[in-house]
């Protein structure tokens, strides 16, 4: 089958399940070739924890990409902190469903699939799931991997700066604007393996338009997409 062909399948989004876990774990190799990928023993564990927030992109084909998230207190993390520290090093045991945050821990995407729509239906699926749960923002924090490119003569804070207005792009930060999401400031040292980045992240938020401070968090036993 030829990659036009691949790519005139449609996409759905669907909740994770465990027979998805050993295909997500090859599929994430791939996307991250220098960073080791989850292990069974943590996809297992966000799914206990946390399953609503654990979301994939799919054709008759496979899977093409995942989004993960969990539930956090922002008071608790709003200073600086890093992705193993808030993400309990890919467990979600930091999750607390008394919290009004959608934490973003993961987003991917086939490579071979990019530009196709699949980052924006799985960030779509994340924000239909804020708004199912009454949550009141979606906060992560995104790598830069443009930044390399810039390291000798731009700040990290810089370099976003030029993105913002427009004037560089980033291949993650500039589609996470495109997505509604505003930048708020730079987060040192938070995949410190991650080169391209320099460790850097640049930290985000939506604002979830229909949060109804009057009503209490819902996390239903099944959310549909």
Same mark, same amino acid.
């Given at each position: 089958? %030829?990659?036009?062909?691949?790519c005139?399948?449609p +996409?759905? $989004?669907?909740p ?7 295909? /997500? ?5 791939? +996307? ?38 969990l539930? $956090?207190?922002?008071n ?6 890093n992705?193993a520290?808030?993400?309990g %090093?890919?467990?979600?045991? %930091?999750?607390?469903?008394?919290g009004?945050t959608?934490? &973003?821990?993961? +987003? ?10 699949? &980052?924006? /239906?799985?960030y ?8 199912a ?5 979606i906060?992560?924090?995104?790598? !830069? ?6 390291? &000798? ?11 913002v207005?427009?004037? !560089?792009?980033d291949?993650v930060l ?11 400031r730079?987060?040192?040292g ?9 460790g850097?992240?640049? /930290? $985000? ?21």
């Amino acid at each position: 089958m %030829n990659t036009k062909e691949i790519c005139m399948c449609p +996409v759905r $989004i669907r909740p994770t399940q465990i027979d998805d876990l050993a295909e /997500l774990i090859a599929l994430q190799a791939r +996307v991250y070739p220098d960073i080791p990928p989850w292990s069974l023993k943590k996809l297992l564990a966000q799914l206990e924890v946390f399953p609503q927030g654990q979301i994939v992109a799919e054709d008759k084909n496979g899977l093409l990409g995942c989004a993960s998230s969990l539930i $956090i207190l922002w008071n608790d993390w709003s200073e600086a902190h890093n992705w193993a520290e808030i993400t309990g %090093n890919g467990t979600f045991d %930091n999750h607390n469903p008394q919290g009004k945050t959608l934490y &973003g821990a993961e +987003v991917f995407v086939d490579p071979t699939r990019h530009g196709a729509g699949i &980052g924006h /239906l799985l960030y779509k699926g994340r924000r239909d799931l804020c708004r199912a749960m009454n949550l009141k923002r979606i906060i992560a924090c995104g790598r !830069l991997p443009g930044y390399h490119l810039s390291a &000798g003569q731009l700040t990290p804070e810089l370099y976003v700066q030029n993105i913002v207005w427009g004037d !560089l792009t980033d291949p993650v930060l500039s589609f996470q604007i495109k997505e509604g999401f505003s930048y708020c400031r730079i987060m040192e040292g938070y995949i410190p393996e991650d080169a391209e980045s320099r460790g850097n992240a640049a /930290l $985000i938020v939506w604002l979830n338009p229909d949060y109804d401070p009057e009503r209490p968090t819902i996390i239903p036993e099944e959310i549909s997409l």
